[in-house]
């Protein structure tokens, strides 16, 4: 059986069922919390979330409920125009990470959710991931970068 197929035809009705009720951005909210952290599952869920959940283990669709999830979120942002991107520096700079919210938000023409991450391994700079795409504009990268040139030029005078 297809997973993908399986999780996006579920995620659509689920996304379609919660925007009819108006209780959309509810569910969405419980999903986010329910992917981000598994073991800390809201004591009461929607309606509408508690009711297809229930649908799902009638179904026999147990199995496929975290995918259902994480497409239904997709879908979700792709509705509502908003992106989330990663953001790795070497330190936590709020001017930096606004600075890049900023950018992203006239180049994409959407809303833009900005996780930071820090990773004093990249000496320096910052690498930004948004919708598959990466900017690596670390110090550790443009390292390595002449040190493969370095390498190349060496082997070929040897």
């Not at 809201?42 to 199995?63: D, M, S, T």
Request: glycine share 6%; with cysteine; hydrophobic share 40%.
């Amino acid at each position: 059986m297809n997973t993908g197929a399986i999780s996006t035809r579920y995620a659509k009705a689920l996304l379609r069922w919660s925007q009819e009720s108006g209780a959309a951005d509810a569910v969405a909210g419980q999903v986010r919390t329910m992917l981000s952290d598994p073991d800390n599952v809201p004591q009461k869920l929607v309606p509408e979330l508690e009711k297809f959940v229930a649908f799902l283990i009638a179904k026999g669709r147990k199995e496929y409920l975290r995918s259902v999830f994480r497409k239904f979120i997709e879908l979700y942002n792709r509705e509502a125009g908003v992106k989330y991107a990663r953001l790795t520096a070497v330190g936590d700079s709020p001017a930096l990470t606004e600075k890049i919210r900023t950018l992203l938000e006239k180049q994409t023409g959407c809303k833009v959710n900005m996780e930071t991450v820090v990773d004093p391994g990249l000496i320096g700079g910052f690498v930004v991931e948004v919708d598959g795409y990466t900017l690596d504009a670390s110090v550790r990268h443009q390292i390595d970068t002449v040190r493969r040139q370095f390498m190349v030029s060496n082997n070929r005078i040897v």
